[in-house]
């Protein structure tokens, strides 16, 4: 066995005597969906005697009420010792829930499975929700954002008719009061400046006019201050509130609450937040509270699809490391090279490499990412621009059509919304905005404190949507609780390819999308390689190629694994892309 360590197993935190033919296992690492971090698959393991009837006393217990039982295996270690102490080589637990066999009461047939493993991590996602989640108390009403929206109908003609007829009448009447209180405080003042001379008659009957003007103008201004807040209220919703989460949030407290840390690189996770579906209108409170969690019917309820959703839009995979004693979820994009490749403990060693595959099958004649428009918002329809992009590959140079292989379609549908910004005002908005302005100069005119009008470009920045229900959960990237003038670019299907999708072209990033791949192959790998590879599926070859393992098959009396990899390698310049995002 070459360099193979001593080495010591423990089950339920004991020293145990090693499983039946335990040099003989052979271990399974594959890297599903080109994870990083391997997931760990054996043979049945054959536990006998003493450690077979604990087996069968800690399934037991689950039925006296003296233990946990069935559902949570117990711990399985397998440490190496060394000169310099011990060392967790395998750090999991016996999976009594799958492939149990119990042969004889001293004979125990079981699985291992890696505790802190992708798979692991995985599938006690899937079964949980963010509600329960919220019951628990795992997420509070302080951990949401009241996010402003705007209920806004397409143009109403009668509606832009009488704010315009309205703001003209109004204006017309207080320019003519405006008229006769200048003519009266002349009046007042010329009689005035004649003294004891001038007629005391004319100074009464000017003082009166002056005063009558004055009060109609008091009661004008009032009638009109009613009628504007009439329009407001009956032509415009109010400002209402949705609750949401950042998203970076969704991540960090559900893995918390697994018992592990969250930590990611990608800063639109602070950017962005999740808003759930509604059925019901808005509070016109910011400050109500209420759940800003993924709602039952929506894409991203339980944590698993969260994690899915993030590693579609950015090209991520997720991993999980010791830090200082806690075991954190990283969720790191495939083109942060820093994170994947330079941290790779392994190198591939030399050897003979005759028989070659190219990856050709992963390269689609076109690919598709796009967002998915909310039919109950009609403005998702009218919005278009930023909700899909394409981006289609061909030969830069063809010689026969019938022979080119350049083929098939890959989509990438994200089972969420585009938010629809409210960028201006429409021709409703403008002649009310009219109203409020001559409201605001006259009320302010006379020591009042009017803000009709920038209560209406408040609006501007803020989501627009044309009904109180939406079927579609919203991504959204914020600024101060609205979205910014340049969002469509900020935060689109464009964007998505152009900062972490496109690492998959064949060719940008100098073509980097291209690999050779190997099957099969024979390499010198001991158990400390292993263990180093099982962590991170990215390496390096001897002369600085990037690499990555796809499967190991390696078993303890061996000091050779077969492996299946991949490198990377430019075989093809003759190729070129085009880019279209619909308006």
Not at 384 to 394: A, K, L, Q
Request: aromatic letters at 12%; proline letters at 3%; a negative charge.
């Amino acid at each position: 066995m070459g360099n193979f360590p001593d080495i010591t197993f423990q089950l339920a935190g004991q020293t145990v005597n090693p499983p039946r033919e335990w040099l003989d296992f052979e271990i399974l690492a594959t890297f599903e969906r080109n994870n990083p971090q391997a997931n760990i698959t054996t043979e049945s393991i054959n536990f006998v005697n003493e450690e077979a009837k604990m087996l069968r006393d800690w399934i037991n217990a689950g039925i006296n009420g003296t233990g946990v039982g069935i559902f949570e295996g117990p711990a399985f270690t397998i440490a190496i010792n060394s000169n310099s102490g011990q060392y967790d080589a395998f750090k999991g637990f016996v999976n009594l829930a799958e492939g149990l066999k119990i042969n004889s009461p001293v004979s125990v047939s079981a699985t291992i499975q890696k505790e802190s493993g992708l798979v692991s991590f995985s599938e006690r996602t899937e079964g949980v929700t963010y509600q329960s989640l919220y019951d628990q108390g795992i997420y509070t009403n302080n951990d949401f954002t009241s996010i402003p929206y705007i209920l806004q109908e397409e143009f109403d003609f009668w509606q832009f008719t009488m704010l315009s007829v309205t703001t003209f009448l109004m204006a017309k009447e207080l320019a003519s009061v405006t008229k006769d209180l200048a003519k009266d405080i002349a009046n007042i003042i010329a009689h005035t400046a004649g003294g004891a001379t001038g007629p005391a008659a004319g100074i009464a009957f000017s003082v009166a006019s002056a005063v009558l003007n004055l009060a109609y103008a008091v009661l004008l201004i009032i009638y009109i201050k009613q009628l504007i807040e009439q329009l407001i209220a009956q032509i415009f919703q109010p400002v209402r509130y949705k609750k949401g989460i950042q998203w970076r949030k969704l991540f960090t407290k559900a893995c918390n609450y697994l018992g592990y840390g969250f930590s990611s690189s990608i800063s639109d996770l602070d950017s962005v937040w999740y808003i759930p579906t509604s059925t019901e209108p808005g509070s016109t409170s910011s400050g109500t509270s209420g759940n800003g969690l993924p709602r039952s019917q929506d894409f991203g309820y339980t944590v698993f699809e969260q994690f899915k959703l993030a590693q579609d839009a950015f090209e991520a995979k997720f991993t999980i490391k010791d830090v200082n004693g806690q075991q954190t979820v990283y969720l790191e994009p495939l083109n942060n090279s820093a994170f994947w490749v330079q941290q790779s403990a392994y190198q591939l060693p030399d050897v003979l490499d005759e028989v070659t595959e190219y990856n050709t099958e992963e390269l689609k004649a076109n690919i598709l990412i796009s967002f998915t428009p909310d039919l109950n918002n009609a403005w998702t329809l009218k919005n278009w621009r930023g909700t899909s992009y394409e981006i289609t590959t061909d030969q830069i140079v063809t010689v026969n059509q019938k022979h080119k292989t350049v083929k098939g379609l890959s989509e990438l549908r994200l089972p969420v919304a585009l938010p629809v910004r409210k960028d201006g005002l429409n021709d409703a908005e403008t002649a009310l905005l009219g109203v409020a302005q001559v409201v605001d100069n006259v009320i302010n005119f006379f020591g009042g404190n009017s803000s009709y009008a920038s209560q209406i470009t408040a609006r501007i920045g803020m989501l627009k949507v044309s009904s109180h229900e939406w079927q579609i959960p919203v991504l959204a990237k914020l600024s101060g609780g609205k979205l910014p003038a340049n969002h469509r670019t900020i935060w689109s299907a464009k964007y998505l390819w152009d900062n972490y999708i496109n690492y998959r072209s064949f060719v940008s990033n100098n073509f980097g999308g291209q690999y050779r791949i190997f099957k099969e192959k024979k390499i010198p790998m001991g158990f400390s390689d292993f263990l180093a590879l099982i962590e991170n599926s990215y390496c390096t070859t001897l002369n600085g190629a990037s690499a990555q393992v796809m499967s190991i098959k390696w078993n303890f009396s061996s000091d050779f694994a077969t492996a299946d990899y991949r490198v990377q390698e430019i075989y093809t310049k003759n190729l070129k892309e085009t880019f279209r995002e619909e308006q």
